[in-house]
């Protein structure tokens, strides 16, 4: 076999994987974005009770972890689209002397920066409409505590698609990642090659 026809041959071979490859991704995307529409309405559709339950079940979950796992710098969230909230474990952590920070998005293709918070502190829309607060002091979290849309056995999360927490764990040194989630939040979902995989995720189970 000559020189070129190998050339043409391992061309081939790269063009095909290369197909595959990208067809694959996109068969990944499509996937998530249908399981994020089922996911959110099976959030909307939680009672406020149960909602209320499994919140209180988290914060727990959290306290006690953390008590066993301290750490000093904590990146929280403020909950948007039926999250679970949080903010009673944010209260009590603060009152144990943790720094709390909260997330502000610079640009859709950024990674996200931490702004040191207190829990009571006004909140104010940032740039791309997440609320952060108006003032504080940049920080660098040892943990951050990470709201999942979704989430398989590999822990890998589901979110809505910005990448702003993948972007953030690329980052070194990396974050411990500390996923939360309803339960029935568990899916079943292919990973893409930009997945970072969480280090724990707490859940109401």
């Given at each position: 076999?000559?020189?070129s026809r190998?050339?043409?041959?391992s061309a081939h071979t790269d063009a095909v994987g290369s197909t595959l490859q990208t067809v694959a991704e996109t068969s990944a995307a499509?996937?998530?974005?249908?399981?994020?529409?089922?996911?959110l309405a099976?959030?909307?559709a939680m009672t406020p009770?149960?909602?209320a339950a499994a919140e209180t079940m988290i914060c727990s979950r959290l306290l006690d972890w953390l008590q066993k796992n301290p750490v000093a710098r904590l990146g929280v969230y403020h909950p948007i689209r039926q999250e679970p909230d949080l903010h009673p474990a944010y209260n009590a952590l603060a009152a144990q002397g943790v720094h709390l920070s909260l997330p502000i998005i610079r640009?859709?293709?950024a990674p996200l920066e931490f702004v040191r918070w207190t829990p009571g502190e006004t909140l104010v829309k940032d740039a791309m409409g997440t609320s952060a607060p108006v003032h504080g002091e940049t920080v660098r979290p040892q943990a951050l505590l990470i709201p999942c849309l979704g989430f398989n056995a590999a822990r890998l999360r589901l979110g809505y698609g910005g990448g702003f927490y993948d972007r953030t764990l690329?980052?070194?040194p990396r974050p411990l990642a500390i996923g939360i989630a309803y339960a029935g939040a568990l899916a079943?979902?292919?990973?893409q090659p930009h997945d970072i995989a969480l280090d724990l995720i707490l859940t109401d189970a």
């Open positions: 076999m000559t020189t190998i050339a043409r041959d499509s996937e998530k974005s249908v399981l994020r529409t089922h996911l099976a959030r909307k009770a149960a909602r640009g859709k293709d690329a980052q070194e079943e979902f292919s990973g």
